[in-house]
């Protein structure tokens, strides 16, 4: 839900107006961001950084993070986070290890902090415009290197775990493309023509086909299983 920003009538300071440039540095990080989480790791991870400095030192920081975390999908996050943080303090105290340093813990925290940015539907529908770019680029790409048309990555036959992928390896790249899917058919149920619907729903099945037959990713199959219930479900 978008939380009206309050209007003012007068001027603002140089440091409001250093505050706002601030906000809208941190909103095109985010949608940065969703752009390279398909295809860069590192990028990703420096832009949601600057997304998240930019938005604390930013206009209207109280407001958008406490709207933020009013969010349901945020706060499951969290929570998320608090049972791996319970498991790493379990590990901690039978091994004297604090596995807290991979990414998968900390980035249950990414929800809170992109939503504090991406507080309304414009910025909202930017970020997912991004996002389903690039994984579209890489579904025609993925398919590519199925065919033939282009080469495997190069360390393949090292490396199984990246056949048929593009940037990354096969269970981050399934996921990015469950999601994917999972978009477009959100995207169809929606949709007012009927070949925006047919559309939509090609690429929806063109991302299941890329998971079963092109990448063959067991953690993507594992996490298919659910979303697929849920989908025979919501169109029954």
């Not at 400095?53 to 945020?74: E, F, I």
């Not at 319970?86 to 925290?109: D, Q």
Request: contains cysteine; hydrophobic residues 50%.
């Amino acid at each position: 839900k978008t939380v009206p920003t309050p209007v003012r009538t007068e001027p603002l300071s140089r440091g409001e107006r250093w505050r706002q440039r601030a906000l809208q540095a941190a909103r095109w990080c985010a949608v940065s961001s969703l752009f390279m989480a398909p295809t860069n790791k590192p990028g990703t991870n420096v832009a949601l950084g600057l997304c998240i400095l930019l938005s604390l030192v930013g206009a209207d920081t109280g407001r958008r993070w406490l709207a933020s975390w009013r969010h349901p999908v945020v706060r499951g996050a969290l929570v998320w986070w608090a049972v791996l943080f319970l498991g790493a303090l379990h590990t901690w105290f039978l091994t004297s290890k604090l596995p807290l340093g991979g990414s998968f813990v900390w980035a249950c925290w990414y929800p809170l902090a992109l939503g504090s940015v991406l507080d309304d539907d414009r910025w909202r529908n930017r970020a997912l415009i991004a996002f389903a770019a690039a994984m579209g680029l890489t579904l025609l790409l993925s398919f590519g290197i199925a065919f033939g048309w282009i080469p495997q990555r190069p360390h393949v036959l090292a490396q199984p775990f990246t056949r048929g992928t593009v940037f990354k390896e096969y269970t981050q790249q399934g996921l990015a493309t469950l999601i994917f899917g999972s978009m477009a058919l959100a995207a169809a149920t929606t949709a007012r023509s009927r070949g925006a619907r047919w559309g939509l729903s090609l690429v929806a099945a063109l991302a299941m086909a890329n998971i079963c037959f092109v990448l063959e990713s067991r953690t993507a199959y594992l996490t298919l299983l659910p979303v697929a219930a849920y989908w025979v479900w919501r169109l029954m």
